[in-house]
């Protein structure tokens, strides 16, 4: 049990307060999907997409500072099980800032059904007959309004980003945006996977300096695809909850809370997607039922 104030719920992630500089940041296996919470989960998934995160946070430590302390979890819970271990960090206490960084590498999701409509993504015009999945002459960066939860996210042009947090503020999160981007995407080709696109979070410290927040590089806050299967002109096998996307997709459901119970063994097959991509990305293999 954590006997610390929960002073946040997010769609995954419950954050507790241990002091006025540091909080306990624990990953569930709660399934998001259209920004809906599922009545289901994903056995492990918070452990998975933890680690995930822990990996390339270190990975990405030389390009811009991120939330980890470094505290151990059991410091701060003394009785602690390995679930929690797995699942929990101890990050600094920052200001968020109410937009979601967006790179795009390849054209996919919300984005291929913007440029089908005007030719753009956000306001970028991009080459004419690009094709579903194809890979963009460079990567792009769209950010996003950041929306509470049972709210939709919603695509913002660059300008619309500045009006909220300020041009220097917001030149700088798209260079360090596209920087993470470029990095992880080689070291994911090089293993079986690409990352078609993925989002990251950041926030301020008491010092009014970007931090990079949240999680980054999962499967939930990416698009994986499986390198050897990919064609362009169709939607990808992916590691990620694509798959759990596509069956809510051939439902009568209008991605409105409350959302519809997922097969177990679509759970489980998503669970297994989960695994993989942890393995692939870190080189080692994650105990199973931890």
């Known amino acids: 049990m954590i006997n610390l104030p929960l002073i946040h719920k997010g769609k995954v992630r419950d954050v507790y307060q241990i002091d006025d500089q540091t909080l306990l940041m624990v990953a569930s296996d709660r399934l998001s999907a259209f920004d809906v919470v599922l009545p289901?989960?994903?056995?492990?998934?918070?452990?998975?997409?933890?680690?995930?995160?822990?990996?390339?946070f270190k990975k990405s430590a030389d390009i811009i500072a991120n939330h980890l302390t470094g505290i151990p979890v059991q410091k701060v819970i003394s009785l602690a099980n390995d679930d929690l271990i797995a699942r929990a960090v101890v990050v600094m206490k920052l200001k968020?800032?109410?937009?979601?960084?967006?790179?795009?590498?390849?054209?996919?999701?919300?984005?291929?059904?913007?440029?089908?409509?005007?030719?753009?993504?956000?306001?970028?015009?991009?080459?004419?007959?690009?094709?579903?999945?194809?890979?963009?002459?460079?990567?792009?960066?769209?950010?996003?309004s950041k929306a509470?939860?049972?709210?939709?996210?919603?695509n913002i042009t660059?300008?619309?980003?500045?009006?909220?947090?300020?041009?220097?503020?917001?030149?700088?999160?798209?260079?360090?945006?596209?920087?993470?981007?470029?990095?992880?995407?080689?070291?994911?080709?090089?293993?079986?996977?690409?990352?078609?696109d993925t989002k990251f979070e950041f926030g301020?410290?008491?010092?009014?300096?970007?931090?990079?927040?949240?999680?980054?590089?999962?499967?939930?806050?990416?698009?994986?695809?499986?390198?050897?299967?990919?064609?362009?002109?169709?939607?990808?096998?992916?590691?990620d909850k694509q798959f759990i996307r596509d069956y809510l997709e051939t439902l009568d459901w209008d991605k409105t809370s409350p959302g519809p119970n997922v097969p177990n063994k679509i759970i489980q097959?998503?669970?297994?997607?989960?695994?993989?991509?942890?393995?692939?990305?870190?080189?080692?293999?994650?105990?199973?039922?931890?």
């Open 40 to 56: 289901d989960a994903i056995p492990q998934k918070g452990q998975l997409l933890t680690q995930i995160s822990n990996f390339w």
């Open 96 to 144: 968020a800032l109410p937009v979601e960084a967006i790179v795009r590498g390849y054209i996919i999701g919300s984005g291929w059904k913007d440029y089908q409509n005007t030719g753009k993504i956000c306001g970028i015009t991009l080459p004419k007959n690009l094709q579903q999945a194809e890979k963009l002459p460079q990567a792009i960066f769209t950010p996003s």
């Open 148 to 154: 509470q939860v049972g709210g939709h996210d919603e």
């Open 158 to 196: 660059f300008e619309a980003m500045v009006d909220k947090i300020g041009l220097e503020l917001s030149n700088q999160i798209k260079q360090i945006s596209l920087k993470l981007y470029d990095m992880a995407a080689v070291h994911a080709s090089d293993n079986g996977i690409i990352i078609a």
């Open 204 to 239: 301020l410290d008491e010092n009014d300096q970007l931090v990079l927040m949240d999680e980054i590089l999962t499967p939930d806050s990416s698009r994986f695809w499986n390198k050897e299967k990919y064609n362009v002109g169709s939607s990808p096998e992916s590691y």
């Open 269 to 290: 097959a998503t669970a297994e997607k989960y695994h993989e991509a942890y393995q692939l990305i870190t080189g080692e293999k994650f105990p199973v039922n931890q």
